[in-house]
């Protein structure tokens, strides 16, 4: 039995973030796993779990055990971010609206905030990328991506796309020599060398809808991209390093929010459905849960 978080937006009646389980191809009934505010993201790893939390007025990030039990909590945005990460010891979050990103430290079982790289209100960050010794931003409103140093926060390049692309969020491959990212504005999959920082390769995703989550299997033989709007799921198969389009299946909600891979098939948090679904790759719905305002989802390790 494998068990997961699902992060939520609070305009569809949600309470925080909530909890299932799924075993052989069967989803338990959720339960509220944490009463916050604003959980827009949740991630975990052995570590430990987290998810954008709010009160009141201030947001920021909450720890959590295996359990849903909080270890820590701090608070120091006007606004919950739209993504939070692990990475070994260290928390990244991006906000949408403030064009912030935040790198916290888990030391002792607590939260440090370690520093803000205050990118501009108008960037639109939307995930935090670790490549080697780099921090690897997507901006969605300024159409490039923003490469720090992880360790001094400075900037070190940046890798700029056509106007009106958008680019939301992405994934490495394992060596980390390609970087995989969506434009949510211009539905276009790019392919990018993480040395040269050059797009070497373009794939058309959706025409009308807007590309979110992307997601690879631990092969490297398949992406998969959620797109809103339309309500679809686009599966590439990887040649060489290269994305072919394989298959565009239905998500069965209109706006797929985010998928994550499982053995059972995929998940998939659609947002205005106000449900999570385990689909097989012709898009067949094998089961569903309601929760409301489902926006993220993540395996608590």
Same mark, same amino acid.
């Given at each position: ?38 959980? @827009?993201?949740?991630?975990? =790893?052995?570590?430990?779990? #987290?998810?954008?939390? *709010?009160? +009141?007025? $201030?947001? %920021? !990030? ?87 140093? @992880?360790?001094?926060?400075? =900037?070190?390049?940046?890798? #700029?796309?056509?106007? *009106?692309? +958008?680019? $939301?969020? %992405? !994934? ?49 033989s398949h992406l998969y991209v959620s797109v809103r709007g339309t309500g679809e799921i686009v599966i590439f198969d990887l040649v060489n390093g290269y994305p072919r389009k394989k298959a565009v299946v239905p998500s069965c909600g209109r706006r797929p929010q985010d998928i994550l891979l499982c053995e059972s098939g995929i998940l998939c948090a659609d947002r205005d459905a106000g449900k999570v679904y385990l689909l097989d790759e012709s898009g067949k719905v094998l089961d569903e849960i309601l929760v409301p305002g489902a926006s993220s989802i993540a395996e608590i390790k």
């Amino acid at each position: 039995m494998r068990k997961y978080i699902v992060g939520t937006y609070p305009d569809a009646g949600s309470r925080g973030v909530y909890s299932f389980a799924l075993e052989n191809g069967t989803m338990t009934r959720p339960y509220l796993f944490l009463r916050t505010e604003g959980p @827009k993201y949740v991630a975990s =790893e052995k570590i430990g779990t #987290v998810a954008v939390a *709010g009160r +009141g007025e $201030r947001y %920021g !990030v909450v720890l959590l055990n295996a359990l849903g039990n909080v270890k820590d909590e701090i608070l120091f945005e006007k606004c919950p971010a739209c993504y939070v990460g692990i990475d070994n010891d260290h928390v990244y979050t991006a906000n949408y609206h403030t064009g912030v990103c935040s790198d916290l430290k888990i030391i002792g079982g607590m939260l440090h905030l370690r520093h803000k790289i205050a990118i501009g209100a108008e960037a639109g960050c939307h995930q935090v990328l670790v490549h080697g010794d780099e921090l690897y931003v997507p901006c969605l409103c300024q159409d490039r991506i923003a490469v720090f140093d @992880k360790t001094t926060y400075v =900037e070190r390049g940046t890798i #700029v796309f056509p106007e *009106g692309t +958008g680019p $939301r969020h %992405g !994934v490495f491959s394992q060596d980390g020599n390609t970087l995989y990212i969506a434009g949510e504005t211009s539905g276009i999959l790019y392919t990018i060398d993480a040395v040269s920082h050059n797009i070497v390769h373009l794939d058309h995703i959706t025409g009308t809808g807007m590309p979110a989550a992307v997601r690879m299997d631990d092969t490297e033989s398949h992406l998969y991209v959620s797109v809103r709007g339309t309500g679809e799921i686009v599966i590439f198969d990887l040649v060489n390093g290269y994305p072919r389009k394989k298959a565009v299946v239905p998500s069965c909600g209109r706006r797929p929010q985010d998928i994550l891979l499982c053995e059972s098939g995929i998940l998939c948090a659609d947002r205005d459905a106000g449900k999570v679904y385990l689909l097989d790759e012709s898009g067949k719905v094998l089961d569903e849960i309601l929760v409301p305002g489902a926006s993220s989802i993540a395996e608590i390790k």
